[in-house]
Every structure is written in C-alpha cells, then in structure tokens.
C-alpha cells in the first residue's frame, strides 16, 4: 500500500468543509500549509469534492499557489452529529454508527431524528461515506516514515469516523503506523458539564483507543477547550490557532473621525446576526448620520433587509448601486486578497458573538484584527475577552460589554481614547504575529521541524 521513503516529507491536511473560498476554512488550511512548507513539508489539501466545481477561478487565489489539492469528501458538517454544543446529539455511538448506551426513550429520539433526515446525512451514512474518502485520500497519498496527516477540524463524530477509516487501512496496508492531528475547535458544553458532554468524551476515548497501532494526538485551539476536554476525560493540547500576519497595516497614522466600524466575516446566529439592527438603530442619528463613524459589514446577496434598519436602507443602495460612505455594505464571498484589504480599512473591529458559544472558542476574525494593531469591541465572559484582558499588561487594546446596550456608550468614548489605544495594539500585534503563526502552530503540535533536519543533512 505505501511507497518507499521520498527526499522531502509531506504533509496531508484534510478539511471536508472547504468548499468556497470564502470563510476560515482555506484561511486555515492555507496558514498551516504556508507553516508546514517552513518546516520542510510537501502539504496537499484534501477537500470537499464540490470546490473545483463551485470556484473555477480557485487558482487565482494566491493561498492556492502551489497547493497540491485532492477534492475527495462528499461529506461535510460532521458537527450535526456532534455530541458537543454544536451538534443535537443525543446518544453516543461506535464507528459504525450504532448507540452505544443511552436510554430506550433517548434512543427512540434519536431513530426518529434519523429518520427524518435524507438517506445521505444520516449518521451511518456519512460515517461510511467520511472515511471511505479518507481510506481513499491517504492510499493516493502513500505515506512513509515522517509523513504527517492533519484534521484540520475534527470532533467526536469525525473520530468515530476516523476509528472506522483506520480498521479500514489496517485490513489492506502493511501494519504502518501512521502519525495523525487532530484539531478541535468547538465548546464541548457551555458553562457546566453535561451528561451529553460526558458521552462526548467516552465516545471520543473509544474511538481512540481502537486506533492501534496508529499514533493519534489531539489539540485544541484554546485553553478553555482543552480545559473542557480534560473535564470529560480527552487529553489534548492546547495550540494557537494560525492568523495572516498583515506587516503594511501596522504603519497606518492614527485615525480621525470619522471612525470606521467593522464587522468583519458574513454574520450568523451565534456571531450575532440578530443584534445587528437593534444596534444600528441605537448609533443611526448619535453616530453614524452625525459623522463621527461610519459602519462596514458583510452580508449575503440575499435578505439581508432585514439586519438593517427600514430608515437605513437607502444608505446602502446610492443611485449607482453602491454603499454610502456612512453604511458600507459588501455583499456575498471575498476573495482573500479583497477579504484582507477590507480588513486593513478598519478603525475599530466589533463583535458582536455570543459568548456562551464562544467561552471556549476562538475567533479567527479576532486574531485578524489584533495581528493588523486594530482596537475591538468584545462580549465579556468568553475567549474574546481573555485575549484582550491578557494583553493589558502593556497597555489596553480594546473594550469589553456585558451587554449589546453598551455599545453606544463605548462609541462615545471612541475619540478620547482611540489614538492611545491604537499605539498599544501595534506594540501587541508583534505578539500576536509570533504566536499565531501557522508554522507555531505546528511546532506546538509536535510536528517537526525537517527544514533544520535536511539542513544539517545538506551541511
């Protein structure tokens, strides 16, 4: 099944969610291939098989240069099956997607909830269909000795599939242990551990342990998360999540009003997509129409009337079709290049997320604006938070909420403020860059550095 040793090792990320290149998932994957070709490997990216299909222009995206890429899932959002916050599970399951405890009446919940799903997002059906493409993957692949495999975003029911891919390799490979990462990402409960939690953590250690003789390492991208798999009983280790470092950015002159607020990434529940008009309306007239700020955003194509207010509308569609300076509105997917460029724009980054669901999260868009030296606006008790509380040993670099109806009040301050702030954050932003860089992300993993090994083979 695998080839004899190459010169240079490699490096397989794999991600089945990708398949637009817009959102985290390409940032992601691209940050820790840039990261792992530092460190000496050849990475290819498995994706969604939908992502040459819905970009025929993905190589104009200059995160794909020189990206081998193998578009092989036809499955994806493994979360909905998750026992964690993020998924409606209720049972725990083996591999092969059969409940494992749980009582009769839980069980029976979880059959009608099946059946009323399409055949192909059924659990059994997506168990089969995520590691077949995984067995396929890495047989084209063929690792060797120093081959690594990375899941760029795993969870509980990407592990039973994964235990399932495994016993697959294992009756047709050659007896090869094969050296896994698996990155976690998402909250395991919000504020208590729940009994659904605890069968989180016994599905996830099950699954492991039948991974023989492969050598299987978790992290997670916070230290709440890690903290939160430890309370259910999953070791792993804590890493930062990777973020583009922006060098330009940090020469910006201090701002003067107006004062661009931006909400960066296209919204959703948990980043607070209902809050968004109740909090234009609050700032219309104080700030926005008075000149002291102007407001940018993200939105889909479609409906997105309602996440303004009805008197703002004809801010957002002037007579030529495009945004007012007051209310800037980009509507639909960026490219990463447009994506970047919009967020060197930004005054003042605001966020406006749930913190029950991102108390163990974190928020790529965050990172993104302290590596560029930009303020923030924060919900308080969460990962957001943190950040910017750990960084006021040298000075504050943000504001922090306990509730939306604050957020008003901050933007008065914003003047007074602002300027000081913004020195404080470039000075922070030399921190942010070094830490959350995708080649330490990987060295914090324990994938090794093979640059400094074919060097000295070289020397």
């Not at 060098?247 to 910006?252: C, G, I, L, T, W």
Request: glycine share 8%; proline share 6%.
């Amino acid at each position: 099944m695998f080839c004899s040793p190459t010169s240079q090792p490699r490096i397989l990320f794999m991600e089945d969610n990708l398949r637009d290149i817009g959102g985290h998932y390409l940032e992601l994957a691209s940050l820790l291939a840039d990261g792992s070709r530092e460190l000496g490997y050849r990475p290819t990216l498995v994706t969604h098989h939908s992502f040459s299909q819905r970009n025929p222009q993905l190589r104009a995206d200059n995160r794909l240069k020189d990206l081998a890429l193998d578009p092989q899932f036809h499955v994806r959002r493994m979360e909905n099956w998750s026992l964690g916050v993020d998924g409606p599970a209720l049972v725990q399951r083996n591999p092969s997607g059969k409940f494992v405890g749980g009582t009769p009446a839980l069980r029976l919940l979880e059959t009608i909830r099946e059946i009323a799903c399409r055949p192909s997002r059924r659990p059994k059906s997506m168990l089969k269909n995520w590691s077949s493409a995984f067995v396929e993957s890495v047989l084209r692949f063929s690792p060797v000795d120093g081959d690594r495999i990375v899941i760029n975003t795993g969870g509980d029911f990407q592990i039973l599939a994964l235990a399932r891919a495994l016993d697959q390799i294992n009756q047709i490979g050659d007896g090869r242990s094969l050296t896994i990462h698996v990155v976690f990402h998402f909250a395991i409960y919000d504020s208590v551990v729940t009994d659904r939690a605890r069968a989180f953590g016994r599905q996830v250690n099950a699954a492991v342990q039948q991974m023989t003789p492969h050598q299987i390492h978790l992290h997670a991208t916070t230290d709440s998360l890690t903290n939160q798999l430890a309370e259910v009983g999953i070791n792993a280790s804590a890493i930062p999540y990777p973020t583009r470092r922006r060098d330009a950015v940090m020469e910006k002159s201090p701002t003067r009003e107006p004062i661009k607020i931006l909400l960066a990434g296209m919204p959703r529940a948990e980043k607070g997509r209902d809050e968004i008009q109740g909090i234009l309306q609050a700032i219309e007239l104080p700030h926005l129409r008075s000149g002291r700020c102007t407001w940018s955003m993200q939105l889909p194509r479609k409906r997105w009337q309602r996440m303004i207010p009805p008197t703002m509308h004809e801010l957002v569609d002037g007579p030529a079709g495009q945004s007012s300076s007051v209310l800037e509105v980009l509507r639909g997917n960026l490219t990463s290049e447009d994506y970047h460029a919009w967020l060197d724009t930004a005054d003042v980054g605001l966020f406006l997320y749930d913190a029950d669901r991102y108390v163990a999260r974190c928020s790529g868009v965050l990172l993104e604006m302290m590596i560029r030296g930009v303020p923030v606006i924060v919900p308080d008790r969460c990962w957001l938070a943190e950040q910017v509380r750990a960084a006021e040993k040298s000075g504050p670099i943000g504001w922090i909420y306990r509730s939306t109806t604050e957020i008003p009040g901050i933007l008065d301050r914003l003047p007074g403020q602002l300027n000081d702030m913004i020195q404080n954050c470039r000075r922070h932003a030399e921190t942010v860059a070094s830490v959350h860089s995708g080649r330490n992300t990987l060295l914090e993993m324990g994938v090794e550095n093979r640059y400094v090994d074919m060097m000295r083979d070289a020397g």
